[in-house]
């Protein structure tokens, strides 16, 4: 955990769930956190906490499917503390439906966040790896690439697109720059809830998450993990998720 003591990490989608377990894990490690959401409100919270326990955060208003955004999440770290040693690509959204529903504004926003929101920190982030010489891309990923089932086609597709993408990035890469994919199974927040329209669904989607997630915070164990290696060792693939979970 020593390797790990004042580094700087950015975390998009910091406010709740599994980027705010992160946040707040790293910044109980002497990480420096830069925080970044749409909701302003409840990621100011997590600064507030994180300070309050004695870590160093702070935030700004981040929106990936904006690029400017992104530039602005990293500018912020390397303005602040004058670096960057890690991205953790959190932030992603899910809609969940039959294809043949054709929902393309879903479509669009799951392309929109959780490809191109990848993308685009991607892009904000490698120029100052570049003049570091050094630099970590996290990617939190989903089981749903892995195992594929009806509704979660489209969404499984843009997961599986950023498995695709981080694997020719470190096939380009000369090793300063590491990357690694999280892919979480089922964990307890209200993320897979907020994935479906309809009232049973959300029930059924509830009643399966009480009954078998794990917490965000074994997904923070495992960034911390893969963050806190030496220089010269790249963790690819980490997959968690319940042991039950099929």
């Known amino acids: ?12 989608g910091a406010s709740v769930g599994i980027g705010k377990a992160i946040a707040i894990k790293l910044a109980e490690h002497g990480v420096k956190v830069v925080l970044g959401a749409r909701n302003t409100e409840p990621l100011e919270k997590v600064v507030e906490k994180i300070k309050r326990n004695g870590g160093e955060a702070v935030c700004t208003k981040t929106d990936v499917r904006n690029k400017a955004d992104l530039v602005q999440l990293v500018n912020v770290a390397v303005t602040r503390y004058g670096k960057l040693d890690v991205i953790v690509n959190n ?64 969404y499984a597709g843009t997961k599986n697109a950023v498995r695709t993408i981080a694997e020719a990035f470190r096939q380009e890469s000369d090793g300063s720059i590491r990357i690694t994919g999280i892919s979480p199974g089922y964990i307890k927040t209200d993320f897979a809830a907020k994935s479906v329209k309809t009232a049973e669904m959300k029930t059924a989607i509830s009643k399966t998450v009480e009954e078998l997630a794990i917490s965000p915070e074994a997904i923070a164990d495992a960034v911390i993990y893969a963050i806190s290696q030496p220089k010269d060792v790249e963790v690819g693939d980490i997959v968690i998720r319940p042991a039950r979970q099929n």
Request: glycine share 10%; no cysteine.
């Open 1 to 12: 955990m020593q390797n790990i003591k004042d580094k700087v990490v950015a975390i998009t």
């Open 91 to 154: 932030a992603g959204v899910a809609r969940l439906s039959r294809i043949d529903e054709l929902d393309t504004d879903g479509w669009d926003n799951m392309i929109d966040s959780n490809i191109k929101g990848v993308l685009y920190g991607m892009a904000a982030a490698i120029p100052v790896f570049k003049r570091q010489q050094s630099g970590h891309i996290v990617n939190i990923i989903s089981t749903s690439g892995i195992n594929i089932v009806p509704m979660q086609g489209v």
